[in-house]
Structure formats: C-alpha cells, structure tokens
C-alpha cells in the first residue's frame, strides 16, 4: 500500500441499514479527516482524529461514528443510512494539525461513492 | 461561521491565463491552501501560502493578501489536462487546526 486507501469504491445501500467506510493510510500520519462532498456544497467535514485514541466532531457529524483503534486505519460508520447521507465521502489523513503550517497538507484516498434508497 | 467564496465555473483557451479568484472572512487564519480534483478523482495538494505575496511553482502560481481576505490561483500556458474543479481552502485554528473548504471552481479548457 502507497498512501491511502478506502474501502469499498461504490456502494448502494437501503436506507435503514448500517454501514461501515473503511480509511486506511500507510504514511504514519498523525491526523485523519473523514469528509462528504456534495455538488455545490465542497468538502464538508464530518469526524477527525488529531492522534490514535482521539476523535472529534466536523462541521456535519450527525448520522455519523468513528473510531481511531490504531494510527493506520479510520473508520466511519452510519448507523441507520438515510437518503440525505448519498454522498462521495472522502478521507484523508495530514502529518498533524496542532503546529500549523505545511504539516497540515492533507493527503486524501479516492474516495466511496454511496447511494442511499 | 465561516465564508470562503470563489467563482462556480471559469471556461478558458489552451495556451491562455486564468485566474481563479478566493475571498474569505474566516476567524482563526493560519494560512490558505489550493488543491486541484478532477472529475471522478480525489483532490490533490498544489499550493500553501501563509505569508502575503506571490508563491511561482511551474505554470501554476498562488497569491495572499490576509488583510484583504483574498487569494487567487494563477494558470498559466492552460493545457488541456487543467480541466479541473480548484478548490481553496483556509487553514483555521480553534482548539487545533482544521481545513475549511470552498464550493470549488470548475474550469474547462478548450481547444
């Protein structure tokens, strides 16, 4: 693995349902961001993680769960999909973000197309 | 809240210029980032500037005025692979630091 990798590239999910998106990165960063992209609207940010251990909430977090076990991998879950949640969730993981500066590039997978019905 | 306006779409010539406007009034600045996505693709890191001034890498370069809340993204000698959504984004501190996006700028090169 070079970078980072999301899991799985497209989905079609019944509204109800449970789902987990799977983030994982391989460049020891610190920091991890989980975001939604929705036409006219950008990026939106949903959960980060400055570190292993710690999550917070985005600007849009309602719906939506995460968990930071180990440095590497940053799922997020929705716990009973909802139409409003069809979206092209993007994660994405920096060197940190509690210096500033160009530690706080972000680095970003290729995203999970979700269609919720 | 936060406000970072930058134009919807932007259409230009190969071999032209364009710039791509960004204002923002945001509390917490720590500088302003420009990524570039194409359709169906994750966006990708191109420039930071933090200070003001002009930041020159290859054809594309990045300005920053803080006092005027304002950056532009310059292209130049346009090919037609820079068809692309642009995307400014400014680097905010709270309790630590975190990107807040615009709705990006579409540009279409043509031939």
């Known amino acids: 693995i070079a970078g980072i990798t999301q899991a799985p590239t497209s989905q079609i999910l019944a509204a109800g349902r449970r789902m987990t998106l799977r983030c994982t990165q391989d460049?020891?960063?610190?920091?991890m961001y989980w975001y939604r992209q929705d036409l006219g609207l950008g990026l939106r940010l949903i959960h980060y993680s400055n570190t292993a251990g710690t999550t917070g909430k985005g600007e849009v977090p309602d719906g939506y769960s995460v968990s930071r076990a180990n440095t590497d991998d940053f799922p997020l879950t929705l716990a009973s999909a909802v139409p409003s949640q069809t979206s092209v969730y993007f994660c994405?993981?920096?060197?940190?973000?509690?210096?500033?500066?160009?530690?706080?590039?972000?680095?970003f997978g290729p995203g999970t197309r979700l269609t919720v019905l | 809240g936060q406000n970072i306006d930058q134009p919807t779409e932007m259409t230009a010539t190969e071999g032209a210029i364009v710039q791509i406007n960004c204002t923002y009034q945001?509390?917490?600045?720590?500088?302003l980032f420009w990524y570039q996505q194409h359709a169906g693709e994750a966006p990708t890191f191109l420039s930071y500037?933090?200070?003001?001034g002009l930041e020159e890498k290859g054809r594309f370069s990045s300005f920053l005025s803080r006092s005027k809340g304002y950056s532009y993204l310059l292209l130049k000698e346009l090919q037609m692979k820079d068809s692309a959504s642009y995307l400014c984004?400014?680097?905010?501190?709270?309790?630590?630091?975190?990107?807040?996006f615009g709705a990006g700028t579409t540009v279409t090169v043509r031939a």
């Open positions: 994405a993981s920096s060197d940190g973000s509690t210096t500033g500066g160009l530690t706080d590039t972000q680095y």
């Open positions: 460049m020891r960063h610190n920091a």
């Open positions: 500037n933090v200070l003001d």
């Open positions: 984004a400014v680097l905010l501190r709270s309790n630590d630091y975190k990107l807040s």
């Open positions: 945001t509390s917490g600045f720590n500088g």
